[in-house]
């Protein structure tokens, strides 16, 4: 059963449903979200969750993989474990 809330003094034809009533009615309720619609799930009569549809992602830059992948590769190898690296920065000078 929805309930027709208002925020404010303003009123908005939001959908609210309880708790127990999206439980049964999920994939509907998603479809209403995906569809554009405000789905407003409350507990004991209060909104505590808005179902709406996630942002698209933006891609990634073009050619920013490439760019690093050059980028690692034109750089110099150190030969180095990460262990005989640790040594040579802890270790003490012996100056």
Same mark, same amino acid.
């Given at each position: 059963?929805?309930? #027709?809330?208002?925020?404010?003094?303003?009123?908005?034809?939001?959908?609210?449903?309880?708790?127990?009533?999206?439980? @049964?009615?999920?994939?509907?309720?998603?479809?209403?979200?995906?569809?554009?619609?405000?789905?407003?799930?409350?507990?004991?009569?209060?909104?505590?969750?808005?179902?709406?549809?996630?942002? @698209?992602?933006?891609?990634?830059?073009?050619?920013?993989?490439?760019?690093?992948?050059?980028?690692?590769?034109?750089?110099?190898?150190? @030969? #180095?474990?990460?262990?005989?690296?640790? @040594?040579?920065?802890?270790?003490?000078?012996?100056?």
């Amino acid at each position: 059963m929805a309930i #027709l809330i208002s925020i404010g003094r303003r009123r908005c034809d939001v959908a609210a449903y309880s708790i127990a009533d999206a439980k @049964n009615r999920l994939p509907t309720l998603i479809d209403k979200a995906l569809a554009g619609e405000e789905v407003i799930i409350t507990r004991r009569g209060k909104p505590v969750v808005e179902l709406r549809p996630t942002g @698209n992602r933006p891609e990634p830059p073009v050619g920013s993989d490439e760019w690093l992948f050059e980028r690692t590769r034109s750089r110099p190898r150190v @030969n #180095l474990t990460s262990v005989e690296l640790l @040594n040579l920065i802890y270790e003490p000078d012996e100056d």
